[in-house]
């Protein structure tokens, strides 16, 4: 089959790109202008002294950059750009902690832009404080192939940019996971007699569409539970939405749910204009430390726009080059398309020094408390190196057929256990199945206000929020492994987080137990059927179904080593033996062979899981018979696929056509290794509800049906 | 492939399950008892005149029909009947409007068990009121192969449950969708002048699981937005999950955010006893008719068990026999095992007789309406026999070569205002993308608060409640036709939305738009790759991905046709021609030959959508080349494979094995009709954001590369 692989932008471009052209020659006045009027480097609300005038200029240099972009491109959204302006004006040059430079210092504020269809403020923000990645030259390539600016904000692309988001709701939760990820190291490294070396705030500005989507109040009911006073999110309350006015689907009270969701919630009235009521709203919400805030801001989409302010037209659409006049004269812009004045860059680019200060001074603390606590220096180092400790694989236990039969749910959770003192950046938990997913790390409390120094997570029955907070806490790029949990069946609750995880290169590890019709009495609402098959189609996500401990033992191997790509481990309720054979180094071949005849094989039998030992069971009884069989396992298809052509020829050479599939699972995928004259033994409908053993029958997911089928494609 | 499908309950079971057993012989005497006691058939909460003593007793024969059921099977949730039964008791004896015997009477109050896991409390509650569906000897098979009793709540089943829960806050939204529909076919039917023909309440009870997820959050706003009054939700807040006491992951002020949501809201602190709170809340709760009301109950999960009461270990599993016994003894239980006592049969089973009555009224009131409002009552009446008025197809346009080339979601909107004066119940909507989706009803206006007759639904940003509160409308089986839009990359965000309509038989369609790298600049976070896949493989789903206006037309004919299994349509953002050979009548085979060489063909090219045309412009190529070219149009996989062996053999002969697939998605699952021979044009990794040209460009899905991939597999 001819796939295409587009070649993926590294994610250190930002330090690599020193040959994309900048806009540079005034710089460095830029610097020596305005860094002295700039915000302290600890990023407090400070009033900077420039005119009133002049903020206005760089707010509207900020609209411009958008509205420019969005014509340029005939494409994107431009009014949420332009009604944000004012706050990106204060967060990037009067409140936000950040090194242009070094767009992955440790200690940085953290920005998300829940609201991604917005791109183009995040890269005018980006540009204007002088990111290497989003030149001028960028800016105008915005949408276009290639380009380090595309339609929506992503972190695989663009240095600055820590999430991916667009689709919507998404952001906040990565806010939150991002957030809980600073509250927990800080509190697990920071020392009352030292200045701290966790330290910084996560902001995020989200739109009515993140405000009506589930996830969003998942992830905030949690937030506001755990209290995370060092999350700020800025609601754009411009109550437009692609519809048209949100009175048309969205009139409930926000603040006051926000309320009712733990959180401290501020309104600005005029976020088009009030630039003192944002610099107040957010010192407060500093103000608060124990709960995080909502400050919404409510503004005119396409504020500027003399004709399709506060209408659905700038929201998705270009402006076009006569409302563009309009807007340009309106908002007394005199500059040409993509001109940014010398004096907006003055105060922007102070950025550069101001963040090189502020790591510098980060850096001094780091030296104090490394001398003060060397101990506690050397794990820190170690974890936020991203690095794996040395030698970590070796707490994976592996297992010998005499060994017990165990579900494969609870070799995970000896797995879990074998690695959470060995890799101090596990953290995770379940979405409220705990007890059923076996994911508690038994050396640690739960995550919890007054006790973040903790390591499980306590999700609640919020799946898509928990993968999505995952996501923000892998994206935290400080070394956390995040892992969650919940019955397979519910990714299809969270599977854009987890599409997410695979777009975004978040390394999570989705542990998901009960991972078929061996689920049982619970009956077809909570059967997976589809969902194997679902995952193995998703680029960039591992599936691994591992059969037995040493399975198990490998697919852990695989997620933890995989710190760039997701991977889902289908785990089962029931009991499996430890089948000889089947080891740790198979699984990261993704198939391998088990048992083998002598010679050339009459058939190959290959099974994934618990249906595994059906096929063994059918090779001995078909070996009885005087066949040759052989038995492959098969953990992970993607791991496969990547194998050469010469050892995926020796696991199922070309010649051997006699083929049957076991899996307790759709037969949907399988063709492309068993080809069109295989078997598939396993489930095309929807399961029921039943004791296990007695659906096994039922369906006919048992050895004599393999035997059965190997005789048949024999034939 | 083998592949098992179990034979399903037909849904009319209940009017054919004459031959069930029941508890029979007292039925008789109790409804001559207890009728003049019951509430009357207008269903207003009034205190029936029975001592308390015997209404204690009913409602512990709710507890101890779930005790031992669950114990029987050695699965199953005792604590939520326990915890909810007084709740049981007041709806199903004094405030529910329903008839036993008649199970689909069309002006029956709905109930809904959003915490579907407490499935035997509605069990418990279909038996005692005397549903030939659940005779005691079903409740004995609880959670056993091919009872009428599964683990969770299945509409398909079961006569008597409405939907199918279980996964947790899917029925809250289900809820909102029935009450929708009551609201909208209300607003449409009724007179001023004469008593209403369609007039229930929908009541749902959801615990602390369905409050924690997304959706429910989603569905009520919504549902507070329209002002659905006449929906009345009961939360079983007991502050008991999985994993333990909620006070770990969900401390927020959930009464405040249903106020917060437009909700009325009311507390009844003592659920477990207070009789008279339940009754008063649910009477002010009717009495509130422009708001939807959430009666917030405290309650003790499983109540009365002396050690497991307000635990975790009451929730999942069976009391066994030490705490049964030592409930027994608790709540002064003296009947064994499955006993129910003749005097709690007798105040129950008053229903039957009250049901009776109160179908009896309604039909009264109906022959009314039709004697003052025959044309309207014609309407009513075709509309809710659930048959598709005749010819209605032919209003479905066909098209010409020479036609206009469109996106097929511009033909979905020809289509959607072609149907929508023919078919009356059509009611649907976007989640907020209208404008791009092209799924508004010119006919109609919008469903709102003051305007619930429109047919134009506006559900925000809101996927998974839109799919949910579609099965809710096609649950109502009054006829409506519901379809829901978004962009099909959403689908990730409502995907077991979209399974609960496979498996609950809800015949809803999903118009999903910018289904491929076509939709171009937004770039990868919107672009479906492996969504066709992952559809495909859901069983009962129709994945249908039309090229054209003829085939969008036919998509939509077997959309329509199928009231008992959802079609998903997947629609281009792009125009694309209308070939000659598409035709509806092809989209109803699945796949089939739209152009052909004389003889047999060299190769088989087969396409969808909006690649179909490379395999045409392809053929052109190669024919020139003297090459015979089958051209194959593939809009729906599920449709194929349930052709006869004869034509699936016609279109795809085995003997032919030079085949290439084309389409704009993931080769995941051609395998099965290209072999593993054959090649796919398409795309294995995620898009990217640039115009739709240049990517179909970058990762060639072109006709050069078509021919190339001909070639190379008939070489």
């Not at 953290?427 to 409220?432: L, M, P």
């Not at 089962?572 to 010679?599: F, H």
Request: proline residues 6%; glycine residues 8%; charged residues 20%.
């Amino acid at each position: 089959m001819q796939t295409m692989l587009k070649q993926r932008v590294p994610t250190t471009v930002g330090k690599q790109a020193q040959a994309l052209p900048r806009v540079a020659p005034k710089i460095g006045r830029a610097r020596n202008t305005v860094v002295a009027q700039a915000a302290p480097a600890t990023a407090k609300v400070a009033k900077p002294a420039i005119s009133r005038d002049l903020v206005d200029k760089c707010i509207n240099a900020i609209r411009f950059l958008a509205i420019d972009a969005v014509n340029k491109s005939k494409s994107g959204h431009p009014g949420m750009p332009m009604g944000c302006a004012p706050m990106g004006y204060v967060l990037w040059n009067e409140v936000m902690k950040y090194n242009p430079k070094d767009p992955y210092w440790f200690n940085r504020d953290r920005f998300v832009l829940s609201a991604g269809h917005g791109s183009m403020f995040q890269y005018a923000m980006l540009h204007l404080t002088g990111y290497d990645s989003v030149p001028l030259e960028q800016v105008k390539q915005f949408r276009q192939w290639d380009s380090l600016t595309p339609g929506h904000p992503e972190n695989f692309v663009t240095p600055g940019v820590e999430v991916t988001t667009g689709p919507l709701g998404q952001g906040i939760c990565n806010a939150v996971g991002l957030a809980l990820a600073e509250a927990h190291l800080a509190a697990r490294f920071n020392k009352p007699d030292v200045k701290p070396i966790v330290d910084h705030y996560t902001y995020c500005i989200l739109g009515d569409g993140c405000m009506m989507e589930g996830i969003s109040n998942e992830a905030c009911s949690l937030a506001g539970h755990w209290g995370l006073g060092k999350l700020i999110a800025l609601y754009d309350d411009n109550k437009i939405s692609i519809d048209g006015h949100t009175d048309i689907s969205f009139t409930e009270d926000v603040a006051k749910r926000y309320e009712a969701l733990g959180w401290h919630v501020i309104h600005v009235i005029n976020g088009n204009t009030d630039i003192d009521g944002l610099r107040a709203a957010i010192a407060q919400a500093k103000a608060v430390k124990d709960k995080p805030t909502l400050i919404k801001v409510s503004t005119l989409i396409g504020y500027g726009s003399p004709n399709k302010a506060d209408t659905h037209d700038v929201h998705g659409a270009p402006l076009g080059p006569e409302e563009t006049a309009a807007t340009r004269k309106n908002l007394g812009w005199e500059y040409p398309e993509f001109e940014v004045p010398q004096d907006v860059y003055d105060v922007f680019r102070a950025a550069v020094k101001r963040g090189d200060e502020a790591e510098n001074e980060w850096k001094q603390a780091c030296e104090e408390y490394k001398a003060k606590y060397p101990k506690e220096w050397a794990e820190f180092e170690a974890l936020t190196s991203c690095n794996l400790p040395a030698n970590w694989a070796e707490a994976l236990p592996t297992f010998k057929p005499e060994d017990k039969q165990l579900a494969t749910r609870q070799h995970s959770q000896t797995m879990i256990n074998a690695l959470a003192p060995v890799l101090p950046g596990l953290v995770g938990g379940s979405a409220d199945l705990a007890p059923s997913n076996l994911t508690l790390m038994k050396i640690s409390g739960d995550f919890q206000k007054g006790s973040y120094a903790e390591r499980n997570v306590r999700f609640g029955v919020r799946e898509h929020a928990m993968g999505a907070i995952c996501n923000g806490i892998a994206l935290h790029r400080s070394g956390l492994i995040p892992y969650c949990a919940t019955f397979y069946i519910f990714t299809d609750y969270m599977r854009n987080a987890m599409r997410m995880s695979a777009l975004s290169e978040a390394g999570v590890i989705y542990v998901m137990t009960h991972d078929s019709i061996g689920l049982g009495e619970d009956g077809p609402t909570h059967q997976p059927v589809e969902h194997l098959a679902s995952f193995r189609a998703m680029p960039n996500m591992m599936m691994m179904r591992p059969a037995g401990g040493n399975e198990t033992a490998g697919a852990y191997k695989v997620a933890v080593e995989n710190r760039k790509r997701p991977t889902t481990i289908a785990l089962s309720r029931q009991n499996m033996p430890n089948l000889p054979g089947t080891s740790v180094e198979g699984v990261a071949k993704g198939a391998y062979i088990i048992r083998d005849s002598e010679g050339h094989p009459d058939v190959i039998l290959m099974g994934t899981g618990s249906e595994l030992q059906l096929c063994t069971e059918a090779a001995d009884i078909l070996e009885k018979e005087g066949k040759k069989v052989r038995v492959v396992s098969f953990p992970c298809w993607e791991l496969f696929d990547e194998q050469s052509a010469e050892y995926k020829e020796s696991v199922l050479p070309k010649a051997i056509e006699a083929r049957v599939s076991v899996e307790a699972g759709s037969s949907f995928g399988w063709a492309k290794y068993i080809g069109l004259k295989g078997k598939h033994i396993g489930i095309d409908d929807f399961g029921a509800s039943a004791p296990a053993p007695i659906l096994y029958e039922k369906y006919g997911i048992t050895t004599p049906k393999v035997v059965e089928a190997a005789k048949a494609v024999m034939a």
